[in-house]
């Protein structure tokens, strides 16, 4: 039998709807056979991904990031101390207290200088000492060191609390109090004991890896700066006051905390893919392993992108950051791209909001360090320099560069103050013009000089 004939006969057997039932068939085993391929390549990429982190000693679960929180050396741990001191500020006794009075309630922050009748002094003095045992082991935890390792429970992936991280701004705020009522009687030293404590506060933070923990860390240390702004203008200070302030913001370090901190935000995220549910969303729970393996590659790359960022200075950290930025645009472009990275566009922080908090900070504390430098010149010259060349080398090793396009900082020299300022964000000289609201505004350090009167309340 001829092979023509031979298929005729096999087609009349089998009948053309067998055929298109073995065709169909046959799709569906390449399609299969394609989803197949897909999801072996999205786990291939996933399990580098992760094998990248790993060999970098980074962690990859909870478990692992309790043991990257590693607690102080023995002997420097002051968990406890700062436990003990900011429990008793988190409470309705205390909220009743301090309602009126500046930086602990409603008062006004503007502290009239030393000199100046301030009404509420006596008030605040009260305060302080019905909360004298606080502010106790707040300096012995500052004098130790201020290191800690706070209770935390990351397994509890988004959902996890941390208390002592709002109770520690309470404590800062009493300390700024206390600074404020130290210099108005006329005990400098005592005044800059109390802003060493706040840095202090804020370095108990340096280690944990949670980005609200950093941002926190970042708003006490900006609180520390706006304490040693108002000591300059408000008292004299001498030498060994104006190096141990320089100290203290010599040892703020925002880079290495940031990176820790989106560690372990990529943690949380690899923790929220593993269980998708704990988001809170159903529509999380039910993607197919498909996407969620591809979606989580995804986010593992442009996290790591962004953690190698916030290591970088200047331009470079900005240029990564838009990057980053860049490719989370094209991804929520279209509907596909959507429904292929939801957890991606879900889960990726606020990148430009936290790599510029840590430019705004290094750019507040160089320019705090530039004032101190300043005023330790005139210690020594009896007059400020005209141009910030003359502290070097003598009263800073180098002049610092704005972290905002790597020029150096400004400095400009008025009739009663002077101001040390980074052009900010927009990349614009202001002339030193910042509102505390304003993220757009400079940088500023703003300084009344010590050799003409003046008048009004400092900030």
């Not at 008062?107 to 019905?130: S, V």
Request: net charge negative; proline share 5%.
């Amino acid at each position: 039998m001829q092979t023509n004939e031979i298929a005729s006969a096999w087609r009349r057997r089998i009948g053309p709807g067998a055929i298109l039932l073995l065709a169909a068939a046959a799709g569906l085993l390449l399609v299969l056979l394609f989803v197949l391929g897909v999801w072996i390549a999205g786990r291939r990429g996933l399990n580098e991904q992760l094998a990248q982190i790993r060999a970098a000693d980074e962690p990859t679960s909870a478990t692992e990031l309790e043991a990257f929180y590693t607690a102080p050396e023995s002997g420097r741990d002051t968990t406890q101390l700062w436990l003990d001191a900011i429990a008793p500020l988190d409470t309705p006794q205390f909220q009743a207290d301090a309602k009126d009075l500046p930086f602990v309630g409603a008062g006004p922050d503007q502290i009239p200088r030393p000199g100046q009748a301030w009404p509420q002094l006596e008030a605040a003095e009260e305060l302080l000492t019905r909360h004298r045992r606080s502010l106790e082991l707040m300096h012995e935890a500052s004098r130790q060191g201020g290191q800690a390792r706070f209770p935390t429970r990351f397994t509890e992936g988004l959902a996890m609390l941390l208390p002592h991280v709002q109770q520690l701004r309470g404590g800062a705020r009493l300390l700024a109090l206390e600074s404020a009522v130290e210099a108005h009687r006329g005990r400098v030293d005592a005044a800059i004991d109390a802003v060493a404590a706040i840095f202090a506060a804020a370095r108990s933070l340096e280690q944990e890896p949670v980005l609200i923990s950093q941002l926190v860390r970042m708003a006490l240390d900006g609180m520390a700066r706006d304490r040693t702004e108002w000591l300059l203008s408000a008292v004299a200070l001498d030498d060994a006051q104006l190096a141990r302030l320089d100290a203290e913001l010599a040892a703020c370090d925002y880079r290495n905390s940031l990176r820790r901190a989106l560690i372990g935000e990529r943690v949380m995220g690899i923790e929220a893919f593993a269980n998708p549910a704990a988001l809170g969303d159903e529509q999380f729970g039910k993607l197919s392993l498909i996407s969620t393996s591809r979606d989580e590659t995804m986010y593992l790359q442009l996290m790591g992108e962004l953690i190698a960022a916030s290591g970088r200075s200047g331009t470079a950290a900005q240029a990564a950051a838009t990057s980053v930025e860049n490719q989370l645009k094209q991804l929520g472009a279209s509907a596909v791209s959507k429904l292929s990275n939801p957890m991606t566009l879900l889960l990726m922080p606020a990148i430009g909001a936290c790599l510029d908090a840590a430019r705004r900070n290094e750019a507040g504390r160089d320019a705090t360090r530039v004032a101190l430098a300043l005023q330790r010149f005139q210690l020594v010259h009896g007059r400020l320099p005209k141009m910030l060349d003359e502290l070097t080398p003598k009263f800073l090793s180098q002049l610092p560069l704005d972290p905002y396009g790597g020029a150096p900082l400004r400095y400009r020299l008025d009739a009663q103050e002077y101001t040390v300022y980074s052009i900010g964000k927009d990349g614009i000289d202001q002339g030193g013009r910042s509102e505390p609201a304003g993220q757009a505004d400079d940088v500023a350090v703003r300084v009344r000089r010590v050799d003409t009167p003046g008048t009004g309340a400092v900030r």
